[in-house]
Every structure is written in C-alpha cells, then in structure tokens.
C-alpha cells in the first residue's frame, strides 16, 4: 500500500486518503496500517495543512451558501442556514484559537 502524499504544497485533506484505504483495501484506519495517526505523520513531513479539516470545510461550505446567495436573494432558509454555518465557524475557531492549532 503507498504511503500519504507528502512533501506537496498543495492542499491535502486527510478524509479522502482515510476514504481510500478504507473502501479499496480494507483498512477501517490509517493508524493501523502506519502505527501512528495520518495528521501526525503529514505534520511531521511538513505537509499538513495550516487550518484543521473541519474548519477548512465549513469555511467552503459558507462561501457556497453565500455564492447561491448572491444569485437567489429571496431564499430565506439559506439565509438562515448561513447563519447556522458562520456561527459554527466562529465556535470552532474560538476552541481552535484556545486550544492553540490557530493563531
């Protein structure tokens, strides 16, 4: 089995590569097949990434909201559903900024 890509600059996300290994060949973690967690051994070889996953695709998915907001004005539910994802990023950001992974 290959190794995580590392040394990129692109961006890696740690889902997909779990994603993969689980689905093809079986492995229900990446911490079984390598001993150690996949975030550990991207951080090692320089290639994790600068904000954690779960902001990172909350953060996507409120600039989504706000594109289809920019066509459809009168949608009221995303209206609010934005409302919902901001106030997630922030709560997120304030335990990531307490817990030291943000500046």
């Given at each position: 089995?290959?190794?995580?890509?590392v040394?990129?600059k692109?961006r890696?996300?740690g889902?997909?590569?779990?994603?993969?290994?689980?689905?093809?060949?079986?492995?229900?973690?990446?911490?079984f097949l390598?001993?150690?967690?996949?975030l550990r051994?991207?951080?090692?070889n320089?290639a994790?990434?600068?904000?954690?996953e779960?902001?990172?695709?909350?953060i996507?998915?409120?600039?989504?909201?706000?594109?289809?907001?920019?066509?459809?004005?009168?949608?009221r539910?995303s209206?609010?559903r934005?409302?919902?994802?901001?106030?997630?990023?922030?709560?997120?950001s304030?335990?990531?900024?307490?817990?030291?992974?943000?500046?």
């Amino acid at each position: 089995l290959e190794e995580p890509p590392v040394g990129k600059k692109s961006r890696f996300l740690g889902s997909p590569f779990g994603l993969k290994k689980r689905d093809k060949h079986g492995i229900p973690q990446v911490r079984f097949l390598c001993g150690t967690k996949l975030l550990r051994i991207l951080k090692k070889n320089g290639a994790a990434p600068s904000i954690p996953e779960d902001l990172y695709c909350l953060i996507k998915k409120a600039l989504s909201i706000r594109r289809h907001l920019d066509v459809n004005r009168k949608d009221r539910d995303s209206k609010f559903r934005l409302i919902l994802v901001e106030s997630r990023i922030h709560r997120l950001s304030r335990y990531y900024r307490r817990n030291q992974k943000l500046p």
